[in-house]
């Protein structure tokens, strides 16, 4: 069964300064997607970035860019110049690209911003 | 972008009533939606999956005869929480997967649920 590992609970950055979320995964097959979402306090589950596993090329979208390490199953998510709006729950989430699969979520770390 | 509603955002109900929770994808057709509910401070569990038409598929644990999913349409799936307790006091989400891009997976905002 695939899993997905936060391991960071909580992390902490000030503001304009560089955070990396960590992500691990265990899965035996080949072609997948992963993502991030961002969590609020509203609840709502929003989109920061998604990794397609045949893509070798890293995932980034303006502030958020990804390192993605297949062999080593690792995604971890760096946030450049933090903002006070980045403050969230964050959860790293595995896929495969058949339909009916679920999305399987880590555990989530909650980021913290400090003006 | 595309667009998950739920419906109602927030429901309070006496333990032993019954609670219907809609998520809609409003401006595309879900082959695919998936029901998840979130404890506070921790992450989503997977509840069930449905397809249109279809009965849905439930996670291992979850009751089927007590979280009721009917997905009666592309555009409409609906979750009862039948008999409820204060152990079903929780956040609920649903998701749903754009027929064309398979690959795009989008949430509705959540609805929260109070038994008493």
């Known amino acids: 069964a695939q899993t997905v590992t936060q391991s960071q609970p909580e992390m902490s950055v000030q503001e304009a300064e560089t955070v990396t979320l960590s992500c691990t995964y265990d899965t035996s097959e080949s072609d997948y997607y992963l993502f991030w979402y961002k969590q609020p306090p509203s609840r709502q589950m929003i989109l920061v970035i998604r990794?397609?596993?045949?893509?070798?090329q890293n995932a980034t979208e303006n502030r958020f860019s990804v390192n993605f390490q297949k062999a080593a199953k690792s995604f971890s998510l760096k946030i450049s110049d933090s903002q006070l709006g980045d403050a969230a729950m964050y959860f790293c989430?595995?896929?495969?690209?058949?339909?009916?699969?679920?999305?399987?979520f880590g555990a989530g770390t909650r980021l913290t911003v400090k003006p | 972008g595309a667009v998950v509603s739920q419906h109602p955002s927030w429901v309070i109900c006496k333990s032993g009533t019954s609670v219907k929770i809609e998520c809609r994808s409003l401006d595309f057709q879900a082959t695919t939606m998936f029901w998840y509910r979130q404890f506070p401070k921790q992450s989503l569990m997977l509840m069930a999956t449905s397809n249109e038409g279809s009965k849905a598929t439930y996670e291992q644990g979850v009751e089927k005869d007590k979280f009721l999913i009917n997905h009666a349409s592309l555009t409409l799936s609906t979750l009862t929480v039948t008999s409820a307790h204060p152990e079903d006091s929780s956040f609920y989400i649903c998701?749903?997967?754009?027929?064309?891009?398979?690959?795009?997976?989008?949430f509705g905002p959540g609805t929260r649920l109070t038994v008493t």
């Open positions: 990794q397609e596993a045949y893509k070798q």
């Open positions: 989430a595995y896929r495969t690209p058949y339909n009916n699969n679920d999305m399987r």
């Open positions: 998701s749903a997967r754009e027929v064309i891009h398979s690959y795009e997976q989008y």
